[in-house]
Structure formats: structure tokens, C-alpha cells
């Protein structure tokens, strides 16, 4: 049988560096467990506009479209902060979660034991944090049309269009019940129906959806800026979070900074199911490219190796495998490696980006 495929896309700024410990990785994998992935790389965001004046080439979508799954880094950078619109890094990445129809987005926040001492709120708040934001990520106010700047009476109007179909709040509701049901049966789901009648729809049609498919699974709602306000006030009482495109976008910056770091958190970003059944798939850092620090073997990792394990456990069925992989992570964190993004006000001596990765690998070995 032919090995399961991955394309690489690396992407901007620190992207490649953190993906270089992601590649020794999968090679360990294939190495050490038999588990070897057919691996392609391509370009996203500014360095494909540099290279092809484009931040996303016909034949790198193409390219994702055809693998079991896409990793991707990162794009974006300030050199690129006056490009047209349609020519920006981020822009590629729009157009892989589009193209492939990637409507489920999971951003997990979860506090390692070791950092709960790094968020900035109290240890005992955050300390054993375990919550699944679940964000729709093709439809809303990031796609809706019409959209664009337009001039009015005279002057210009700026427009974008929250906009939700049934269907597509259908979907992206049983995936965060499907998730609920593996972990602790709740489901908080987000909007503001108080002002927006795409939110009337989507609170209506997720209590649908869990009264006909998913009675046994508790269902709550709370419109988003209340949700901002609980997640920092007491965030072990939600589970999953399902909500929409541009909310999801927030909440999740706000959840991952609970846990000390936005270095470590991962991203699953899933659509249907191909020929094949896996679900079509993207896996990203929740992390930006951060031009500040690329280049200097500054950057943490583990968000793009954690984003790994999210692959072994959603494309590729090996969940024993991701358990291993994101226990080893626990293990380095719990020996006090830290990469600079992780220096407490006790200070130390951090560990460089590639070494992070060597550390990661010494306790994959020594799970063995
Ligand atoms: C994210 C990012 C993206 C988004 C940007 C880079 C387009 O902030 O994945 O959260 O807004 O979705
Ligand atoms: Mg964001």
C-alpha cells in the first residue's frame, strides 16, 4: 500500500524554521515506527509571492488538494503589508481553507502543568485547562459578499457580510458534538443573537441539531463578548466551543493565551470526507509568522509539532502514536526545557529552536 502523503507548506518568517523540527520528526517516525509519509513541499503566503507573484500557485492548491493532508507553518510578514488585497500572505491561506472546504477549525487550549505559572492569570484558574474551540472557518464575515470599498454619497463605504446558510452551521455543529462526545459531553455554542440575525439562525439550528442527533450532549449558548469575559474569568467551565468564522478567530488568541503561550497551540482544520475517508485536512500553529524573532533559532516549536500529533490522531488514525508524540512535549516541558517564549521571571538559559526539537525526539526514544 502506498505511504499516506503530506505536503509540506512552510510558509513566512519563523514557519520554516519551527517545520525543519516537524521534518526530523516525521522522519523519526518513519525510521523508528515504521510510520513513513510520503512528503512534498510547496510555497504559501509572501514567499510564493516573492517567487511567483502569487501567494498561492494553481499547482500547490492543486498539489493539497490531491494529499492525505497539508502541514502548513506560517505566512505573513511586514514587507508585504501594502500588497493588493488579494496579493497578501494571507490570502493563500484563505484559499487552501476554501478550495478545500475546511469548515471545521479545532483549536485546542489546553495548560501543560509545567506553564501553568506562565499565563497571566492565576495558576489555579487555568491549571488543568482542557478546552476545544471548534470554529467554522469557510463561511461568515471572512467570505460573505458583498464585500469591498465602495463610494456612497460622496464617500467611501468600507462592506463585509456576516452570511450563514443552514447547512453550513448544520455541519460544523455536529463536529463539535461529535467532539463533545469524546470528551466531556458539553457544548457551548457562541453568537450574538442579541444584535445579529445570522445568530438568531445559528442558535436555532445548533439547538436543532442537538435535540434531533445529539440529545445526550449538554448544549448552552452565550453570545461572544460575554463568552471573551468567561474564558477569562473562569475557563474550566467550558469544554467545547463551537462558533463562527470571525468570533472563533478572537476566542481562540484569547483561550491560547490562558495557557501561557501561543507557542504551543496546534490547529486541525477539517473538512469532508475524501474517496479514502479521511477528512480532507489542514494542520497549522495557532501562532502568526512572527518576523521579529525568524531567522535566530528563537522560535518554540511545539504548537507546529503538536499540530503533528493532531495528524497522526485525525488523518492518519494513529492516536496511540499522537499520545506518544504529545507526551513526549509534556516530558521536555516537565524537565524545564523552555525555548525563549517560555523564560519565566526566574530566567535560565533557553534552548534554540533546533535543540527544542533534538529534546522532543530524545524523549520520543526514550518512550520506546
Ligand atoms: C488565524 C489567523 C488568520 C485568520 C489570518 C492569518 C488570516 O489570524 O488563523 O487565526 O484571521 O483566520
Ligand atoms: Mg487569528
Redesign the pocket.
Known amino acids: 500500500m502506498a505511504n499516506p502523503s503530506l505536503l509540506i507548506l512552510a510558509g513566512d518568517g519563523i514557519g520554516p524554521e519551527v517545520m525543519a523540527e516537524v521534518k526530523k520528526i516525521i522522519g523519526w517516525y518513519g525510521d523508528k515506527r515504521g510510520l513513513a509519509f510520503d512528503v512534498s513541499e510547496d510555497l504559501v503566503g509572501g514567499c510564493s509571492y516573492d517567487a511567483h507573484g502569487t501567494p498561492l500557485t494553481d499547482a500547490a492548491m492543486a498539489k493539497a488538494q490531491a494529499v492525505d493532508a497539508v502541514l502548513l507553518g506560517a505566512v505573513g510578514g511586514p514587507q508585504y503589508d501594502d500588497l493588493d488585497f488579494a496579493l497578501k500572505p494571507e490570502r493563500g491561506l484563505l484559499r487552501l481553507r476554501k478550495e478545500m472546504d475546511l469548515y471545521s477549525n479545532l483549536r485546542p487550549a489546553q495548560c501543560f502543568d509545567a506553564l501553568a505559572d506562565f499565563s497571566s492569570l492565576k495558576k489555579d484558574v487555568v491549571a488543568g485547562l482542557d478546552i476545544m474551540i471548534v470554529r467554522e472557518l469557510t463561511s461568515g464575515v471572512y467570505f460573505g459578499e458583498p464585500r469591498g470599498i465602495f463610494t456612497e454619497g460622496g464617500e467611501r463605504v468600507g462592506i463585509n457580510t456576516q452570511r450563514y446558510t443552514e447547512s453550513q452551521i448544520v455541519r460544523v455543529a455536529r463536529s463539535a458534538f461529535e467532539l463533545a462526545r469524546r470528551r466531556g459531553n458539553k457544548v457551548c455554542s457562541v453568537e450574538k443573537a442579541n444584535v445579529m440575525e445570522s445568530g438568531v439562525l445559528w442558535r436555532e439550528v445548533v439547538t436543532k441539531v442537538r435535540d434531533a442527533e445529539y440529545p445526550d450532549v449538554a448544549l448552552s449558548h452565550m453570545y461572544a463578548d460575554n463568552c471573551a469575559m468567561q474564558l477569562v474569568r473562569n475557563p474550566k467551565q467550558f469544554d467545547v466551543i463551537v462558533t463562527d468564522n470571525l468570533f472563533g478567530?478572537?476566542l481562540?488568541?484569547c483561550a491560547a493565551m490562558l495557557t501561557g503561550s501561543l507557542g504551543m497551540l496546534p490547529s486541525a482544520s477539517l473538512g469532508a470526507p475524501m474517496a479514502n475517508g479521511r477528512p480532507k485536512a489542514l494542520y497549522e500553529p495557532?501562532h502568526?509568522s512572527a518576523p521579529d524573532i525568524a531567522g535566530q533559532g528563537k522560535a518554540n516549536p511545539i504548537a507546529c509539532v503538536l499540530s503533528f500529533a493532531m495528524a497522526l490522531r485525525y488523518s492518519f488514525d494513529q492516536g496511540s502514536e499522537a499520545d506518544r508524540l504529545e507526551k513526549a512535549v509534556e516530558k521536555v516541558l516537565a524537565d524545564g526545557v523552555r525555548t525563549a517564549d517560555l523564560m519565566g521571571p526566574e530566567g535560565g538559559v533557553p534552548v534554540t529552536t533546533s535543540e527544542m526539537g533534538d529534546r522532543i525526539i530524545a524523549a520520543l526514544d526514550a518512550s520506546l
Do not use: K, L
Open positions: 478567530d478572537i481562540s488568541d495557532v502568526g
